[in-house]
């Protein structure tokens, strides 16, 4: 298993969705950085489920609680280590899964590869563990916002076939995101996907659906040419999301179907640099960042968990009707998507920064 | 930089486009594997420029030898080096593009991140070094071949707005694709894609496309689960290569649009194992491979160096016409991409079988 | 910073020694392992403070606690995450040392290169820290043995002037080494080496020794030759151990005074392999183990934090007495150094023998 | 296998002793810093066999070319790539060890772990490797007396029984080392070396010795603590070089006999910051290099091929006499083991600083 991210600042995360608890050690992150748990805890309670009607009942408080690295609010260049006590657990929901693996879901996967299955809930494939990206995504972004300014922002684009307008070039802020409880900035398209995921919540089926992220003030010259461009990396972030199903950058599948001509971002000068007049490499050239903001998007498939029956098989092979009464699963997972999107990209983004710190000139 | 893929089956390459010569290390390849010069050959010819009118005339005939690593036919359970020499290196091309970085290509990020540029050509971020993947990921497929009977097969499916009908559930083979000169195997469609490079061509423009994917007779639970997730990092290899802007796995974006009752791959026996009726999944769930074909896209940009006059700035911010008359690009990287996404393919599922060795049971 | 050991089978500390707590993240133990918190506990209770008189009369219980990974007794392959709360913090007792970097101890190095220290104690560089390793190691130690049958005992075999008779030949077990409170199975040495500890004590100094450790039953092929020579890793586990200052494997030092005709081991059939008549390799040819026993020694300096007056400076470079009166520090590290040892032999050759599952053939 | 050496500058290096050429590959080093062939070449030749009477007669040019990573005498910032053809491969004069594994050598390891051997000579355990390590090092070597002013020097300070005396407080320079054939720059003691030498070659034998290593105008806060103590990483690379048996840093093994009041380093205003009166840390506490000269030894055994008929067996097990009458092996490595320990140290030191560049704040 490989439960690390990251070459200079790491995220390793544990723990399972039943066990004692879940947490995190954030390793490499710089010395005398302002840090509170209040504001991990702000990050996770934008994770947290239960929020509106749309997620989970399942009530966890994620009440974060650090270990380690941080004394009187300031990082001491050591490792961070956070936990999170798993109050909520509630295993006797699983048992009938015991028998029957979930389609489209890790538990056949799992079971194969380990030879073990956490008694019940997801374990580590349980959504459950996106709650420790988060909290060290936002050490992350912290780190970002203080040293280059770095504004990242992320929303929900699609659910099902909603599609919400392109907003990559307005100056959305997080609290325009959050103003919904579909996290769409675009009030006309939150309603509509709010309607497409309650008729999800009604059919006892799921939905699925795209985030669209935006990273502000990133400086020229991070990501590494060849095999770790910035774009490979955060590709490889965002597709680590559960669900996750695509990920694309810039102008993306759409720049499969365009000539170069069309595509082609002109160079303009902007202050001291070079800017582009259109933004269709989203922010990175050569796998570098160029100074334009990173634009990305992230599809996500419709939950696996659904409460339809589903006519599937026995771990032994034999036919089988699968029928999920109970248990807590968000129909859809976009909204809750929103904050652990933005925390890989934080990750990914802080990781960049200090290996640009060596070999670049960006700082 | 970070020059190196993988962990337990690694490939390091090196080189400019017009140095003395391309390379790779291929290290942590089991010993006692067949293993012939001539191999390499075959693969690196499948992704040789100047193989038909659609491509770049550079008649680079890269031409490989082994330095290391092999005895006799075969391997030694040490580095395998090998080197292709630039024999048709052409300075003089570039010379134009000292004052004017090219839009959408990695002149100006480079400049801005080392202080420096290779003296002509793309250096690094050229094409070309994608020879030396071409020629590592040869190694790692013939060792998937010959141990785990594994397949990988890549196509065209869309150049600019023309598109194939899905052919991922037929037995394409390599030499299905290799049979028409844009590498896609529906005759009507590789037609259709052939005119639409053809007026690229006529037009001075480039165009791009989308390569998808299949690779067979993976085994169940190859794959790392949470941030090292099989489609994790197949979506950071895919995406590392030059002018890849997107990737899906399965369903992917259409995913999205999706319900999960809709979505759902039911299990149902299969041997002495499960299947899945469907593989909407694209053979990977949690992030471990479930047995089904592996299936994936990558969306590739069009070409950025195009003939086209560009109104563009120079590096001082000044604006400025950019004409390219010479230099050797293809107006198309598609047919030669698909080699290089086979390549990339091999080189992550030769590492994540060596890393299933350890941890899994799937051996 | 990095905290983080191993390749495959990976440790992960964390914790300074006066803050809320200290821990560690095991990743890449295989599944189904028999585990129990008891197993840990008993490998702390080993290195635990105040076992006798000869150690810190700080009383740190240092009860562990598992956090994840391990379900109904059984390793899940999940990361198991542990924790040990810090009972016994007390930080008035390093209150002067805020002036005055402490002579040969790490204050002024973490000052100078984190701008921060620790309010009180040695933060990371404290011994406490090893107690992280212990559990870790313990987990690898139950692996080796369950699987290979692997046993590492480590003893003291100098303190000061003091030196055992050479005892690796001699079928020494874990009891025999905890049956003197200084840990040298040679109750004659024990007793003058008891006496040397007690001298350091009542002249308020502190004094340094030697640990010995044999690695019995390890299979031919693990270590990876060129950079990761097997004993080169475990010169880098054992140098890593605070106080440490010197390693060597099998002959070692006097065998930089030999002739090769002296120091070659020969050959001789065992059973259905090769041994070798005499061990002066140590167990390790080329980096690679051949079979016999891993036989090293550990340096370690005495004590840095002694309670005599140390005419020294402050931070700001003025003269100033050092005088330590209070504070909880063993006057020699030896003998809770041997747990400590163990542990990093057996975090070694975990993940060697994980390594060598993927390349070798000694599985 | 694991060819790579480094986190952020990095060496990986390939090639058979007897196999078309060996070679390296340098990823991190930063872009820019002026590094000619010659540079490498100068320090190669240090290295060369058959610079006296003392070391093999093999007569290997070991002329170094750059293919990858400089252009116009100035770096790029992408990898370089240089070989060195095997001018001179003998693959007769090792056909009897078909039949026999060396005592001592890597034969019998390499021959169980990958079930098979490079045809003739020692493959990637020959002594040859050291020679990319001594090119790789070199480029490192420039970088940190460039930006740092590093001067790293090691010299022979034992054969055999001969000591030299201790010089590490003396300004020794590398020509002062060259001076003499045996690399001890204390004339005296290397007359009585050479004389060693020569005994062990008129006895068919070969011997032993130590390599005494000083880094001067290392920076305060290189190094990382815990894991990656600067001394650990240190102990690591040098135990990786063939034939080392040990490593100690600052008093080192002594340090074992000595109390804390005659060990310790007290602290004293030099210049801006912190100095120690004494120096027997060896330049590093806690991990982290403090400013005073690193300075460490490596032991190394006597050449395990010697000349004198050995009683061993054959790979079958059947008793053997072993007579080595030809084959080109140094009698003793010390001489040509100080530009391999010296080209480590660069490498250590390298990474170090790229790291220190990051967390810390030593630059």
Same mark, same amino acid.
């Given at each position: 298993?490989?439960?690390?991210?990251?070459?200079?600042?790491?995220?390793?995360?544990?723990?399972?969705?039943?066990?004692?608890?879940?947490?995190?050690?954030?390793?490499?992150?710089?010395?005398?950085?302002?840090?509170?748990?209040?504001?991990?805890?702000?990050?996770?309670?934008?994770?947290?489920?239960?929020?509106?009607?749309?997620?989970?009942?399942?009530?966890?408080?994620?009440?974060?609680?650090?270990?380690?690295?941080?004394?009187?609010?300031?990082?001491? /260049?050591?490792?961070? !280590?956070?936990?999170? =006590?798993? +109050? &909520?657990?509630?295993? @006797?929901?699983?048992?009938?899964? $015991?028998?029957?693996?979930?389609?489209?879901?890790?538990?056949?996967?799992?079971?194969?590869?380990?030879?073990?299955?956490?008694?019940? /809930?997801?374990?580590? !494939?349980?959504?459950? =563990?996106? +709650? &420790?990206?988060?909290? @060290?995504?936002?050490?992350?972004? $912290?780190?970002?916002?203080?040293?280059?300014?770095?504004?990242?922002?992320?929303?929900?684009?699609?659910?099902?076939?909603?599609?919400?307008?392109?907003?990559?070039?307005?100056?959305?802020?997080?609290?325009?995101?959050?103003?919904?409880?579909?996290?769409?900035?675009?009030?006309?398209?939150?309603?509509?996907?709010?309607?497409?995921?309650?008729?999800?919540?009604?059919?006892?089926?799921?939905?699925?659906?795209?985030?669209?992220?935006?990273?502000?003030?990133?400086?020229?010259?991070?990501?590494?040419?060849?095999?770790?461009?910035?774009?490979?990396?955060?590709?490889?972030?965002?597709?680590?999301?559960?669900?996750?199903?695509?990920?694309?950058?810039?102008?993306?599948?759409?720049?499969?179907?365009?000539?170069?001509?069309?595509?082609?971002?002109?160079?303009?000068?902007?202050?001291?640099?070079?800017?582009?007049?259109?933004?269709?490499?989203?922010?990175?050239?050569?796998?570098?960042?160029?100074?334009?903001?990173?634009?990305?998007?992230?599809?996500?498939?419709?939950?696996?968990?659904?409460?339809?029956?589903?006519?599937?098989?026995?771990?032994?092979?034999?036919?089988?009707?699968?029928?999920?009464?109970?248990?807590?699963?968000?129909?859809?997972?976009?909204?809750?998507?929103?904050?652990?999107?933005?925390?890989?990209?934080?990750?990914?983004?802080?990781?960049?920064?200090?290996?640009?710190?060596?070999?670049?000139?960006?700082?």
């Amino acid at each position: 298993m490989s439960n690390t991210f990251g070459r200079l600042f790491t995220l390793t995360t544990f723990g399972e969705s039943h066990g004692p608890a879940i947490g995190a050690v954030v390793d490499g992150c710089p010395a005398r950085l302002k840090l509170r748990e209040a504001d991990i805890q702000a990050a996770l309670d934008r994770r947290r489920p239960g929020q509106s009607i749309l997620t989970t009942p399942r009530a966890e408080k994620d009440k974060v609680r650090f270990l380690s690295g941080v004394e009187k609010g300031l990082t001491l /260049g050591t490792p961070i !280590a956070l936990v999170i =006590e798993n +109050a &909520c657990a509630n295993p @006797g929901d699983y048992e009938k899964l $015991i028998q029957i693996p979930r389609p489209s879901h890790a538990d056949y996967t799992y079971k194969m590869k380990y030879g073990i299955l956490s008694a019940s /809930g997801g374990g580590r !494939a349980s959504a459950r =563990e996106t +709650a &420790c990206r988060v909290a @060290g995504g936002a050490i992350a972004d $912290i780190m970002l916002r203080k040293r280059w300014g770095v504004e990242i922002v992320a929303w929900v684009s699609s659910v099902g076939t909603v599609d919400a307008p392109d907003l990559t070039g307005k100056p959305i802020q997080r609290r325009d995101v959050d103003r919904s409880i579909v996290r769409c900035p675009d009030k006309a398209s939150a309603d509509r996907m709010a309607g497409a995921i309650q008729r999800a919540i009604s059919d006892g089926d799921s939905v699925g659906g795209i985030v669209t992220c935006v990273c502000r003030n990133v400086p020229v010259g991070w990501g590494e040419p060849v095999f770790d461009k910035l774009h490979a990396v955060l590709a490889h972030a965002m597709m680590s999301i559960p669900a996750a199903r695509g990920f694309d950058v810039g102008a993306g599948f759409a720049a499969a179907r365009m000539s170069g001509s069309a595509h082609n971002d002109m160079f303009i000068k902007k202050g001291r640099c070079l800017g582009t007049v259109t933004n269709r490499s989203g922010g990175v050239q050569g796998g570098i960042s160029n100074g334009e903001p990173l634009v990305f998007r992230v599809a996500f498939k419709p939950t696996a968990t659904i409460k339809l029956a589903q006519r599937t098989a026995t771990y032994d092979g034999k036919p089988a009707l699968l029928k999920i009464e109970k248990g807590r699963h968000d129909p859809c997972v976009l909204p809750r998507a929103v904050p652990v999107v933005e925390a890989m990209a934080a990750l990914v983004l802080a990781d960049m920064a200090l290996l640009a710190g060596n070999y670049g000139q960006s700082r």
